[in-house]
């Protein structure tokens, strides 16, 4: 009897490591993912910026490929030196690049505008051609490492309902542990008490 109540204690010890590491993990993963919602999702819409995927070398080592950077409406006037902005190759077509600004050129006339000329932090020469404040779509405010190969594989309507598709099945798993946990612990206290009521049973008789 004592070797299987040793037997049960261990079993119970097992599954209930196996019960919080599971647990801790699904609470765990389901926080990522709504940290990776918001940052995706909800921020962008409520800020007005625009996510865009780093797709090339250009921008390394602070933005390697994959990198999803969340772009910001800027003022031009905002834009110093050293900005990382997301501008369009042609002002009106979805092309766009995202590059740091070296170099500030002033207008020679008093109504003319400013021009910017950019380069990627990898590349040893600028761009070819100076940017103009209408190829500009903002600068960069904050970037996620790696998330953008997912945004190029998920388009903006089914991003905005895997994200929160996920995020409601790690909290049903997380929900099934505690219950599936609940149940088995359920389970041991009437086997303890089914095998208590066995030990203390009448004894058989002894005869001489």
């Known amino acids: ?34 940290l990776i919602a918001a940052l995706v ?14 797709l090339t070398s250009s921008m390394e080592p602070g933005y390697p490929p994959g990198t999803l950077v969340i772009v910001k409406p800027i003022d031009v006037d905002e834009i110093a030196i050293g900005t990382v902005i997301t501008y369009q190759l042609e002002s009106g077509k979805p092309e766009v690049v995202t590059h740091r600004v070296t170099q500030i050129i002033q207008p020679n006339l008093p109504d003319g505008e400013k021009s910017f000329v950019t380069k990627g932090d990898a590349n040893s020469e600028p761009d070819a051609e100076p940017v103009k404040p209408v190829q500009i779509r903002g600068a960069v405010w ?21 994200i929160p598709l996920i995020a409601g099945l790690l909290f049903l798993y997380g929900g099934w542990l505690i219950v599936s946990n609940r149940l088995e612990k359920r389970r041991d206290r009437r086997a303890a008490l089914a095998a208590e009521r066995d030990a203390s049973g009448p004894a058989d008789d002894v005869t001489a």
């Open 41 to 54: 999702i909800l921020v962008p819409a409520v800020t007005r910026s625009t996510p865009y995927t780093i």
């Open 142 to 162: 904050y970037a996620v490492p790696w998330i953008g190969w997912v945004n190029n594989l998920v388009n903006g309507d089914m991003r905005a309902v895997i």
């Open 1 to 34: 009897m004592s070797e299987r109540r040793a037997a049960q204690d261990a079993q119970k010890k097992e599954h209930g490591v196996l019960y919080y590491l599971g647990l801790g993990l699904s609470w765990g993963l389901l926080a990522f993912v709504v």
